[in-house]
Nanobody, 115 residues
Framework: QVQLVESGGGLVQPGGSLRLSCAASGISFSFYKMGWYRQAPGKERELVATISASRTTNYGDSVKGRFTIFRDNAEKAAYLQMNSLKPEDTAVYYC?????????WGQGTQVTVSS
């Protein structure tokens, strides 16, 4: 059974930092492209960042220079370091694992940026 479990969300003030974690099980983790997506109320789900099996990274325009995605294949985990957070970063953040036709999602973790 495939599971992606996110953690690390919460309430943070503007300018603050958070690190999200995604623990994977049930997949050959090192072969998968891992990603973070987010969805704010009333908006479509959007790309935050992805990291390929070869560790090539890609970021959404709104987070470039502020967020960093990385992975630990030994721990079967992907991470999203979020710095200089803004109120518009408020959303539910979802972990994604993709390989060919296999596409899995976590349950999401809430990030709220507010003073």
């Amino acid at each position: 059974q495939v599971q992606l479990v996110e953690s690390g969300g919460g309430l943070v003030q503007p300018g603050g930092s958070l690190r999200l974690s995604c623990a994977a099980s049930g997949i050959s983790f090192s072969f998968y492209k891992m990603g973070w997506y987010r969805q704010a109320p009333g908006k479509e789900r959007e790309l935050v960042a992805t990291i390929s099996a070869s560790r090539t990274t890609n970021y959404g325009d709104s987070v470039k220079g502020r967020f960093t995605i990385f992975r630990d294949n030994a721990e079967k985990a992907a991470y999203l370091q979020m710095n200089s957070l803004k109120p518009e970063d408020t959303a539910v953040y979802y972990c994604n694992a993709k390989l060919e036709t296999n596409n899995y999602w976590g349950q999401g973790t809430q990030v709220t940026v507010s003073s």
